[in-house]
Structure formats: structure tokens, C-alpha cells
């Protein structure tokens, strides 16, 4: 297993999901075979989550295009092809530009903002207060001493609430995320995968609160690291075996050169063994390789197209340096687009 690690703001480990070649993803059976039908017929989705960009502006930060001109980032990103935005929420977050904000008020100008410069838009629920990730599910300060019928409750009317708030500033999602990177679980141990029973009533509370406000807008689960089958499989013995509900197989995923192969393998055998359609909601490389990150995310794209999957995101390509300090990114700190970003371009 040849895993790095990927560090964002505040020190958060995160995967960057890279494995060895000879990892043999695909080996495992990990269910039924039924395949669904894609969501929709719409095309590849090429997308990328810009939640930093309201507070890289309010500090003065902006952007060039590839030939040096400072230009709107909306437009510079429609130029490669990007079709959607995804924008993370958080519960009741700090003033850290970094670590905070995005609250459902300040997630829904955004996406009205992305909205109307003609971008769809992913939502993306964190269940937390900052990050949580695949080795982080914290609830919320204000859920923390919460039973799981209490929290299952404060979920639902959160949701409820955020995506009502999102109706009243005009934006239907396209697609909703339930959760963010969730293998081990969501909202700590009251929702953990051991947990199984509680964890999908969690999800599916969430999942019954998105439909009633936006009947036709599926709603991904979203897992990371799919070399990890077993982890993988646990996850759905566990949520599909207790009636989870989701329309859409969501997957993180920073495979590099050699090692895409073998994610696209897992990935196949994920969406084959569980009837739903992949969608890769993170990617990104290292700053100081671009080419590779380009040509990785071309591979990457070919691949889930030719098995049907329905659209890859990188993840904040638009944070330079000194905003942050996260090296996977693909602007450099000339302002310009690397050539990371080329990747979306003539696939």
C-alpha cells in the first residue's frame, strides 16, 4: 500500500489516495452485481470545489488566467470546461478564512453566485462544525451530547432548514452530498459504521429531508480512499444492509500515474457491486508536478467515462499561496493556472 498523506489547513491529515500498482483493487466481491441505471443521460460532469473563493476575495486575493490577465474566476474556470462547483457546509463554523465560514447563509450567495454564472452546483453537508473527513467525523459542538434519536432529529431539521435556504435564494442543487468522506461513520459514535442501525437512520433522515425539498436532485453518500475495499465493504454491509439510501456513489480519489489504474479498477468493482453510479468528487495532485496531475486527471476522466461514471471534481484548484498552505492545488502563486488544469481540456 503506497499511501501520502495530504495536509490541509489547521493540520487536518487527510488520504491522498495513492497505492501501489500491484494493490490487485478489483479482487474483491463485494455484493450483488445489479447495475443501475445512471441517474441522468447529461454529460461528464467537469467540476471543482471553490469554497475558499468568498474569503480568498475578502483578503485580496484574485486571479489570473493562463495568459496572464487577471480575469473572473468563473470565467477562467468555464474556459477548461468546468460545468459545476461544489461548495462545502458547515454547522455553526469559525471566522478562520481557512477553517471556517461556510455556513448554509454564506454556502447559498455562493452558490447563487455560481448559479448565475451558469454552474451547477453540489452541496455538500460536512455534519460537523470544520473539517471531517475519513479520519475525522466530529459532530457539531451542539450535537456532541446528543442520544441518537436527538440527533437524528437536529439532523433532519438541519437539513431541512439549510436546503430551504438554498430554495430561497433561487439555486435547486444538482446533486446534495450526505456527508464527506463517511467510512468510519457520520457524527461520531452515536452515528458510527459500528453502529450500523443508527448510522443509516442518520443518513436516511437526511436523505428523507433532502427529497421533500428537492424531490428530483439525487443525493450521493460519499466514501474515500475506494482502493481500501474492505473498508468499502464494511460501509455497505452496514448501510445498504440496513436500507441506506442513495442515488449516487460518491468517491475521493488523488491516484497519480501508475496508480490510476488500479483506483479506476476499484471504482468499477465499487459501482458493479452496489447498482449505483460513481461520481469522483475529489481529486487534485501535487502543486509542483503539474504535469503529472494532468495527465493523471485525463486518464482519470477516460477511465470513468468508458465505465459510465458521471463526473470527477478537483478539489480547490483555486488556493494559492500564502491563503493556504495545502500543496495539492493548481493555481500557482504567480496567480496563474498550472498546467494541471489543461487535464479537463480534449477529454
Not at 461548495?87 to 447559498?108: F, K, M, Y
Not at 466530529?138 to 450535537?143: G, T
Not at 458510527?192 to 437512520?201: A, E, H, L
Not at 496531475?293 to 485525463?298: N, T, Y
Request: hydrophobic share 35%; net charge positive.
Amino acid at each position: 500500500m503506497n499511501e501520502t498523506d495530504r495536509t490541509i489547513p489547521g493540520g487536518l491529515s487527510r488520504r491522498s489516495m495513492l497505492i501501489g500498482a500491484a494493490a490487485g483493487a478489483g479482487a474483491l466481491a463485494l455484493g450483488s452485481s445489479v447495475l443501475a441505471s445512471p441517474a441522468s443521460a447529461a454529460t461528464f460532469v467537469k467540476g471543482a470545489d471553490i469554497s475558499w473563493m468568498p474569503q480568498m476575495e475578502a483578503n485580496g486575493y484574485y486571479w489570473l488566467n493562463k495568459s496572464g490577465q487577471r480575469q473572473d474566476l468563473f470565467t477562467i474556470l468555464k474556459s477548461y470546461g468546468i460545468t459545476a462547483i461544489s461548495l462545502r457546509t458547515w454547522v455553526n463554523p469559525s471566522n478562520s478564512p481557512t477553517d471556517g465560514h461556510c455556513n448554509i447563509q454564506e454556502t447559498a450567495k455562493m452558490a447563487r453566485r455560481c448559479r448565475d454564472a451558469g454552474l451547477d452546483v453540489m452541496l455538500g453537508f460536512h455534519y460537523g462544525d470544520t473539517w471531517n473527513s475519513v479520519g475525522k467525523q466530529n459532530p457539531p459542538r451542539a450535537w456532541a451530547s446528543m442520544n441518537y434519536n436527538q440527533m437524528r432529529d437536529a439532523l433532519r431539521s438541519y437539513v431541512d432548514a439549510s436546503l430551504k435556504v438554498l430554495k430561497n435564494a433561487g439555486v435547486t442543487p444538482a446533486w446534495v452530498k450526505n456527508g464527506n468522506e463517511t467510512n468510519k461513520g457520520i457524527c461520531g459514535s452515536v452515528g458510527s459504521v459500528s453502529r450500523g442501525s443508527q448510522m443509516t437512520g442518520l443518513f436516511n433522515a437526511a436523505y428523507d429531508a433532502s427529497k421533500q425539498i428537492f424531490p428530483t436532485t439525487p443525493v450521493l453518500v460519499h466514501l474515500a480512499q475506494p482502493q481500501k475495499l474492505d473498508s468499502i465493504r464494511t460501509f455497505f454491509n452496514a448501510y445498504r444492509g440496513n436500507g441506506g439510501k442513495w442515488d449516487i456513489t460518491g468517491l475521493s480519489s488523488y491516484a497519480q500515474g501508475s496508480n490510476v489504474p488500479v483506483i479506476l479498477g476499484a471504482m468499477k468493482t465499487i459501482q458493479s457491486s452496489y447498482g449505483k453510479p460513481i461520481m469522483q468528487v475529489e481529486y487534485g495532485g501535487p502543486i509542483g508536478n503539474a504535469n503529472q496531475v494532468r495527465d493523471s486527471l485525463r486518464q482519470l476522466i477516460t477511465g470513468l467515462k468508458g465505465m459510465g461514471g458521471l463526473g470527477t471534481f478537483f478539489w480547490e484548484p483555486e488556493g494559492y499561496s500564502p491563503f493556504t498552505g495545502y500543496n495539492m492545488t493548481a493555481w500557482g502563486s504567480n496567480r496563474r493556472p498550472t498546467a494541471a488544469m489543461d487535464g479537463f481540456l480534449n477529454v
